[in-house]
């Protein structure tokens, strides 16, 4: 089922549903998407005066302070959910019931079992799905992609991926829906490595194994101003994982939402028998590469800036090492929700990859409570 | 005079011009600028047919194959120029006689008369003008900029800039336009220089005398294909200043087109008497800053990234660190061309400010005739 | 028991063997210790020639082809253990047997119970003892150190060690002794994650429970020029654990022995709850710290060369960021070990404390087994 | 003239004093150096008390407090210079007629006048002269030297080197001898730029021509302790060159002693038409090399870390990236002394090669007086 244009209804409008906001314009120029095609056309926020403001600040046709009615308006094609964790099931089911196309933040549920009702709604309700995993489409991990698959690096041995940041470091900071299972699931562990599970089983091959570690470093903090006593923390600030892949490989992850320093400090190296690639997004537009050949006395770390030979980056900028935002990884992702919706294209990571994140992240609690290494289900494999 | 709305005229749609579009979007939803006031309304390119398939590609609603019918159109309110060099001067003489403001790529003009001429048209005319010396716009630079002006690093003693890229490194490269004066003027001066100079003036002083080096060091070049022979370069490969400013500092330039492995290479690195700060175009997003106090045994450049604490990053991202991208820049521009088209807010740099560039450019060439040091004309302190 | 004099008797004269004679004259001149206390006496090798000319090359007074002999001269007041690892019980036993004090490289021993033999043996005897943990020597890390226990980032919260290279990683290396357990025990555990534990006991606290993994990459390699056939590799390319701290603390220690590109990759980042820091070895001479304190528009990872304010660095250079290298290290390691002896300070890491690290190595191997956590035994507390 | 052995007489024992100190012994051991054959033997220092302390703590044999002794000590080889500047023509006139070999520190003289007297004295004495340029000896710079000459980076077309460091920045710091013209010569260019202006040389080829810019910035200091009043500063603090090579390539030099936040900071970048070469010495153990070769997709600055496949490694280490320090540097300086002084090796850059640095630095007065480019005088390529 496509449509020949793709109309947005966007539910949330913080912190992430403006940086869709920005991509939407920013794909239309860069990626030469006909602007009939495709249209910024309702914003919902939590109530209807913020989604009218919103609307007129992100550029939005039309809001409302009901996300319910936005997903029943005939003319929206594609749901775009920006909305916390918690709300992203019943707005997706009821997206999926109404026959629209549904690209959702990440994680894609609180847990496992949302996720595939979720999938298996869409799957058979035939709509298209797309989670926002940015990252992998970042030209420069696509590049790093490219290397893996041709096989510069040979096979790889080992994966280590962190993705620090200090957003919640101080233990001063007010507690939030985000330290709470019922609204956020777990914590760094949903929030953060969530991401780097997705990158791993996509840069490397299938999570068959793994052992973890989790823990609540700060376990009470101050209830939100206006408020007294304290709020008991209930999910992790930081979180271990030890993994197998399929191919053998060995792996290791990290998050941590409490590491001093660490802004954007997602980091990834990856081994293999000819070479090694290193990747930091705090420095998103270059790629590190290390290849055993040649005279050993000029061998090191090549430091690549992505330029209009890389994947996707030509779209931005006809010359090299110019460098690409945040934003411009969301411009590409909404270049593959265009293609999907209004050519049909594959979309991936769909609902079904992301489901395979969710039953990781699963495994992870598991794994915790059972002290010991526990086999992963696979999911991602079965139907597409 | 200002108008409700800013209908953008876009006067070629290369690769500046496909910067703009993307930033003109980009501004809307960063800057929450209505969409009825920010309007892609027509693109001029060479011909008709580029100009209407660039058009389509870009998001713009109109097309022309002449300049002169974009200019003299009532629907455009702003001409942005991103043509190139030598067309610059004919197309705002006209722009500004149809009264309309202008935006015009940098160099402003092929040397300093022209430059006068066009400032001063401008000026009578009573249109607003902003050229697109981008690097000063980003936040990090912004951000250099206020920590100078508050005191931060003591009183400027020293300025060292570099502009460093490779597009013409390869002597193979064919013959063209950027290597004969009347098309170009100079070569990485006009070019890559042109920024620095601006960034030199706007970060520490005016620039009182100085004395230079130009050579073209790759001479001749083969035709363009299917075209026999050889072209004869005419301007520099790599050009270098050393100035003084009018507050007593050194300063020392250069810039190259020919420095292989520079792709964005534009850095700077300004001492104060209490210290030190560095700046690197390729880590856009980041300031390494120095400043004598405290424990000596914890002093150390600080690697900063830019977050939401600095000058228009919030607009982008709530999140530090996350990353601006080259065309982040152009957005902060047209959110300033925005404000002083439709708010009347100052506009800066103006053609006045470029004018003052293009002299400091002619007084290289000056200072090479001369091989002595010359003194330099102030222009851009007169009127305003 | 100590004597006013160090004569050592350096046994095996390999890399390390090198390293320690350079420091020995290094040490000398850089921490004014008199000649006469410290002399390089006698060199011991696998055969009388190779000593006699590595004596010669090294600057040692008399070699042998029998370290018993060396043991037992008169004039030798240390025996110095640079033989291959399975040699260390042997000779480290008859030393302390004829009531020499034992510099030893690490790993002190192939297993725990071998380290512990040695420990008790040299308590017993009241001989002095040191193990050749050098990193914990360097400037740099002296001064984390000082950082930490000043509280300077707080209390820590999480350590994450990697200690990577790539001196196995071409497959087509041949066969040795350090790939089979009776020569070597374990491989990138022993070889490189033992420094990278006993670091994180330096820096964080006792390590109480783990969950390990270990893998074999390249299974077989060539047997050495002149043989035919294949040997079979027995101990671990890659190791991986995941840690708990005594003061609560969670950590995670990687090492590999074919991680192409990393020559001497060993790095740590600890993060407390006020901030954090960061050590890369292939830049020995800098740390980077983030503390949470001022200005948040100026925050950001300090990066601090080691100098005179610094523990230890003065007596290699008056300025600041001159650079030390890796054999300075070792010549501080040396000054320790003459204070110890000749001036009866307490030496540190000894037997015991390099016993714990054993005990660690080997509940790693356990917990590979049982494919889960374990608890590790506490040794080094109790006596000293 | 050789000897047979080279019994070393150093005169000054302070910050360089201490470094070549520990560099005699670090040689010994890193170079098999028969201990027999390189003594350090006597010591002058200011006083005989001096003279006698400093013996002792850097392990030399005698000491004495006239340096007139040492030189015409029968036992003494060669005089090593590390006394203050203005010494340095007295000291190796003295040395010279005594017949001994003089090893100098930089820089040679004042002014280029005493250093041709200096340089002609020992021509026509037939001793073997050596000045301590040493950061050319770095294995790194070495293989920079080695990588150009065998032409990896095709003909070098520019190079930018930058001394800066802040042992002066601090406006505070009290007058002293280094201030004044008598003792010092001039400032910055003296101390610094000399090593750059031999880098260049080096590495490059004889510079032509230059023209240059002096600045004392902090013009007046407090006397030191004890005293009242201030003292005038008389050298500059900032210096800045444009030059041209021999070989058609431009350059700029750049040395500041003023520059907050840099200890060690040398840099320089070789730009040649094939590729480009980088050096920090804050990172002395790395080289970032750019080639233009091969896959467009997978170029960049490739970091090298320096290991026994160049030249001089080694010595010091056998597994590369271990790191080499500032001494290390002396230590191969010191290996070619006593190559020259025991084997008759040549040895350079000798005090001919060092005045050829002095004039240089003289022609930047010259061109400052003049404000315009100024002719530089080739010496040290007439005789040999
Ligand atoms: N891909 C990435 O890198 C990132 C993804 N995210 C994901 O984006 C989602 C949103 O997170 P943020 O934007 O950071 O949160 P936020 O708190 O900044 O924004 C949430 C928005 O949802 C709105 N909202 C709340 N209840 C609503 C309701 N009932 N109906 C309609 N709107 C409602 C809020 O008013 C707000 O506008 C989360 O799932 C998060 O995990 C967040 C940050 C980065
Ligand atoms: N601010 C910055 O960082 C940069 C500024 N520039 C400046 O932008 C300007 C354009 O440079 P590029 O975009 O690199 O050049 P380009 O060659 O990529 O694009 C030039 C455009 O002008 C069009 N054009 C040529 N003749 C025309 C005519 N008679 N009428 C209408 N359109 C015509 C061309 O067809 C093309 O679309 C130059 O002045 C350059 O200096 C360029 C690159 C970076
Ligand atoms: N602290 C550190 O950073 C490092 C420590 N090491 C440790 O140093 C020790 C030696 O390793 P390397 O120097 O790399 O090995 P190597 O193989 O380079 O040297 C070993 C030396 O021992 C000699 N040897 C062998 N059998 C002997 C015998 N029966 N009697 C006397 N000498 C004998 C060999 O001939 C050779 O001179 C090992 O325990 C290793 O783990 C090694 C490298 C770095
Ligand atoms: N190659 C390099 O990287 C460096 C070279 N240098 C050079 O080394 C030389 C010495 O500088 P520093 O060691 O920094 O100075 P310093 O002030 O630390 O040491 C000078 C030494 O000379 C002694 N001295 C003074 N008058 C004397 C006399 N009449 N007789 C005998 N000794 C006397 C002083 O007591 C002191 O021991 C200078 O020429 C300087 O340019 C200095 C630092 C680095």
């Not at 940041?165 to 929030?191: I, M, V």
């Not at 000819?274 to 290390?290: A, C, R, V």
């Not at 598991?366 to 999911?379: F, H, I, N």
Request: proline share 4%; glycine share 8%.
């Amino acid at each position: 089922m496509t449509t020949n244009k793709m109309r947005v209804g966007l539910v949330g409008s913080g912190y992430m549903g403006k940086a869709h906001a920005i991509a939407y314009r920013n794909a239309i120029a860069a990626f030469a998407i006909p602007q009939w095609q495709l249209q910024c056309e309702m914003l919902a926020d939590a109530t209807p005066e913020l989604a009218e403001m919103k609307a007129q600040e992100l550029g939005f046709n039309r809001s409302t302070g009901d996300w319910k009615r936005l997903i029943n308006d005939p003319d929206i094609d594609v749901v775009d959910i920006c909305a916390p964790n918690f709300l992203h099931k019943d707005i997706a089911l009821a997206a999926i019931a109404a026959g629209k196309h549904v690209y959702s933040e990440k994680p894609l549920a609180l847990n496992a079992d949302d996720a595939k009702e979720m999938t298996e709604a869409a799957e058979l309700a035939g709509v298209k799905t797309l989670v926002g995993f940015n990252y992998i489409k970042n030209p420069t991990v696509q590049f790093a992609k490219q290397l893996i698959e041709r096989g510069d690096i040979g096979d790889v041995v080992h994966f280590r991926g962190v993705f620090n940041e200090d957003y919640l470091a101080d233990s001063n900071l007010p507690f939030s829906w985000r330290l709470q299972k019922q609204f956020a699931g777990t914590g760094a562990l949903n929030d953060l490595a969530s991401h780097l599970v997705q990158l791993a089983i996509h840069l490397v091959a299938p999570i068959q194994s793994l052992c973890a570690d989790l823990k609540v470093v700060h376990q009470q903090r101050p209830l939100a101003q206006g408020e007294n006593g304290v709020g008991h923390v209930e999910n992790d600030d930081q979180a271990h994982m030890m993994v197998r892949f399929a191919n053998g490989a060995q792996g290791t992850l990290e998050a941590s939402r409490i590491a001093w320093g660490r802004k954007n400090g997602l980091s990834f190296e990856i081994t293999g028998t000819k070479g090694t690639l290193i990747f930091d997004q705090e420095t998103l537009s270059e790629l590190s590469l290390y290849i055993n050949e040649g005279n050993p006395q000029t061998q090191g770390f090549k430091r690549i800036l992505v330029g209009p030979e890389h994947p996707d980056y030509q779209a931005f900028c006809v010359s090299a090492g110019h460098g690409l935002g945040f934003n411009d990884m969301k411009a590409v992702e909404i270049r593959d929700l265009y293609q999907g919706i209004v050519h049909n294209a594959p979309l991936w990571p769909d609902f079904r990859a992301a489901t395979q994140v969710n039953i990781i992240l699963d495994s992870v609690v598991e794994s915790v409570d059972k002290r010991a290494w526990v086999e992963v289900e696979q999911y991602d494999g079965e139907q597409k």
